[in-house]
C-alpha cells in the first residue's frame, strides 16, 4: 500500500512540474535582438558582408536589422536614412552575385 501511494505522489509532483514548464518560450526569445542600436556614424557598404532583418512582431516591437562585418555584427537603426539605403544598396548587391 505504501509503495502505491508513493508512486501515486511521484505522479502527481511529475505532473505538476511539467505543466508549469510545458509550452513556455525560451527566455532568450523573449526580447528584442536589438537591444541597443548603432546610428552614427554610417557604415560604409563595402564594409558590410551581409544584413539580417528580422520583422517587428509581437515579441520586439521595432525591426531589427543586423549587419555582419569582418570583425563581427552590429545591431542598425532602422529609421536613419543611410540604414535604409544601405540596405537597399546590399539587395541590389546580392541580386547582382545570383546567377
Known sequence: MKLTV?????????AALLSTTEGRPKS??????????????AIPANKVLSLRVIPAGPICKNE????TMKKGQVCLDPTKDWVI???????????KSQP
Open 64 to 67: 531589427n536589422i543586423i549587419a
Open 6 to 14: 508513493s508512486a501515486f505522489m511521484l505522479l502527481i509532483c511529475t
Open 28 to 41: 532568450q526569445q523573449l526580447s528584442c535582438r536589438c537591444p541597443r542600436m548603432h546610428s552614427e556614424p
Open 85 to 95: 539605403s544601405l540596405n537597399e544598396e546590399i539587395k541590389k548587391r546580392n541580386l
